[in-house]
């Protein structure tokens, strides 16, 4: 599985972005797709996480701003961030974990450059 995220620049905040991520092969045979990021010097978080035909998960710093949706015919994925602040500064990645026969495998995007300003 390929991931392909983009969508991430500079904005200031209160401002918004919307991150896309396309994916190599159909959305719907893939367990969970995800949104992480990863703020400099501290570890890559969940941001929001989503089950095939199930409901998001989001971390508590970004619920009610941020809201993760799916477009099965795309094979896309997308992240609207809202009422952004700079706390959200970070790179994004988008992440595909599926049973792949034997194992659970985790696919990650190369990753998008969010920057907010205060």
């Known amino acids: 599985v390929q991931l392909q995220a983009s969508g991430g620049g500079l904005v200031q905040a209160g401002g918004y972005l919307r991150l896309s991520c396309v994916v190599s092969?159909?959305?719907?045979?893939?367990?969970?797709m995800g949104w992480y990021r990863q703020a400099p010097g501290k570890q890559r978080e969940l941001v929001a996480r989503?089950?095939?035909?199930?409901?998001?998960n989001y971390a508590d710093s970004v619920k009610a701003r941020f809201t993760a949706t799916t477009d099965n015919a795309k094979n896309t994925v997308y992240l609207q961030m809202n009422s952004l602040k700079p706390d959200d500064t970070a790179v994004y990645f988008c992440?595909?974990?599926?049973?792949?026969?034997?194992?659970?495998?985790?696919?990650w995007g190369q990753g998008t450059l969010v920057t907010v300003s205060s």
């Open positions: 992440n595909a974990n599926t049973f792949a026969g034997i194992k659970w495998m985790d696919y």
């Open positions: 092969r159909s959305i719907s045979s893939i367990h969970f």
């Open positions: 989503t089950p095939a035909g199930g409901s998001t």
